[in-house]
């Protein structure tokens, strides 16, 4: 009897795709269907309904579609008991989150929101270690790479990037109170646009801190420095080598076990087979708050 827990991939494009690649290989999913908006000659390609939902026996899902249809896929999971990953944002407006966080609760559902860095393992252990920094007096983060995929005006590639720096630093602060724009240099070059970003922050329990973000520079950037009273702590999302703590002696992060991929998927996994409520859905909505007040200043 095949003991793997049956798997849909919703959606097909540029993350679908990677998640694709981890899933096949992944010893504790059986990937049963993929769900496209419309039907490819391809027996893997399925609609999304409750008759196929049914006809698979999927019993949890992981959304890659665009953000617009995340909320009525979401919905539709949720309702139909889908433990579910949900490529971030988890929508593009604050009332669809508060409608997913009210149906998640009534169905005592399972919903990870993918900031990916959330589930970066040298991530979770330098925060297991940060009391020996003691007291946190600023944050400083640097975020991009370079990209040409932001075509339309409204759609500015801050929208796309800050939830990773955000994700990060609300897990070391209260919410942040204040946020003041330094700099913001906007052009279009090859029918995209590009972006640089500077903002300074005050969390409620008084960190300061400031954000870099850019998708110009060649050199992809996806870091995190806390300053504490004795020390700090070094995070580097794209690396490897560079995630330590310096305080009375400095501290490598171990070498990962898991991709944040791998790791996301493995709590699914976990839950799917408990059946425990869990929500990411919450820090969502702090992190689409913050940014449309960006979007407001700019």
């Known amino acids: 009897m095949d003991k793997r827990l049956n798997l849909a991939l919703i959606g097909f494009g540029r993350f679908g795709k990677t998640y694709f690649k981890t899933i096949i290989k992944d010893k504790k999913f059986l990937l049963k269907t993929i769900f496209r908006k419309r039907k490819i000659r391809n027996p893997k390609f399925e609609l999304l309904s409750k008759k196929n939902l049914r006809k698979n026996d999927v019993k949890a899902a992981v959304i890659c579609t665009p953000v617009k249809t995340h909320y009525l896929i ?64 600023y944050i400083e983060a640097e975020f991009g790479k370079y990209d040409t995929k932001y075509k339309n005006r409204k759609e500015l590639p801050f929208k796309d990037w800050l939830p990773h720096p955000f994700a990060l630093i609300l897990k070391l602060v209260h919410d942040i109170k204040s946020i003041k724009i330094d700099a913001n240099m906007i052009k279009k070059r090859k029918k995209s646009y590009f972006q640089k970003l500077i903002i300074t922050f005050k969390s409620k329990n008084e960190i300061e801190g400031k954000i870099t973000y850019s998708n110009n520079s060649r050199k992809k950037k996806r870091s995190l420095i806390i300053f504490g009273q004795k020390g700090k702590i070094i995070y580097d999302g794209y690396s490897q080598k560079n995630n ?55």
Do not use: C, W
């Open 74 to 137: 979401s919905k539709f999971l949720i309702e139909n008991k889908i433990p579910l990953i949900l490529e971030k944002p988890a929508a593009d407006k604050l009332n669809e989150i508060k409608k997913l966080i009210k149906i998640s609760s009534k169905h005592k559902a399972v919903v990870f929101v993918n900031h990916s860095d959330l589930y970066n393992e040298n991530f979770h252990f330098l925060l297991s270690k940060k009391k020996l920094i003691g007291k946190i007096k």
């Open 244 to 298: 330590y703590l310096i305080a009375k002696k400095i501290i490598k992060s171990p070498n990962l076990k898991n991709t944040p991929i791998q790791t996301i998927l493995n709590k699914l996994h976990r839950f799917s087979k408990k059946k425990d409520l869990y929500s990411d859905l919450y820090i969502s909505l702090k992190i689409q708050k913050l940014l449309l007040k960006i979007d407001k200043m700019i």
